[in-house]
């Protein structure tokens, strides 16, 4: 099983990235997205469950979008209105069952994360 991002790169604040994780292996109910900054712990960014019910942290709300291609077995993370504190290394991550959770410790699997950083 592999799940492997891309789409990271540098933006200046306001912009647009879009994310996308790519899973190989097996189909997964459950996806999400965390990001880790430099000297911060890992942090929750989105998640969509089987049924495309969505969830986002109150700092992401209204800028973040996660939605999935199930024929092509890929999640994406359409993030605008960047700001420099989204700077952060994101990961995709997937779980086995369809409980859905912001909670980084029930995900089975991670990919090697992709770096995003916002200029001011």
């Known amino acids: 099983v592999q799940l492997v991002e891309s789409g990271g790169g540098l933006v200046q604040a306001g912009g647009s990235l879009r994310l996308s994780c790519a899973a190989s292996?097996?189909?997964?109910?459950?996806y999400a997205w965390f990001r880790q900054a430099p000297g911060k712990e890992r942090e929750f960014a989105a998640v969509?469950?089987?049924?495309?019910?969505?969830m986002y942290p109150a700092s992401v709300k209204g800028r973040f979008t996660i939605f999935r291609d199930n024929a092509e077995n890929t999640v994406y993370l359409q993030m605008n209105s960047l700001k420099p504190e989204d700077t952060a290394v994101y990961y995709c991550?997937?779980?086995?069952?369809?409980?859905?959770?912001?909670?980084?410790?029930?995900?089975?699997?991670w990919g090697q994360g992709t770096q995003v950083t916002v200029s001011s």
């Open positions: 991550a997937a779980k086995l069952g369809t409980a859905w959770t912001s909670n980084g410790r029930l995900y089975d699997y």
């Open positions: 292996g097996r189909t997964f109910s459950t």
């Open positions: 969509i469950s089987g049924g495309g019910s969505t």
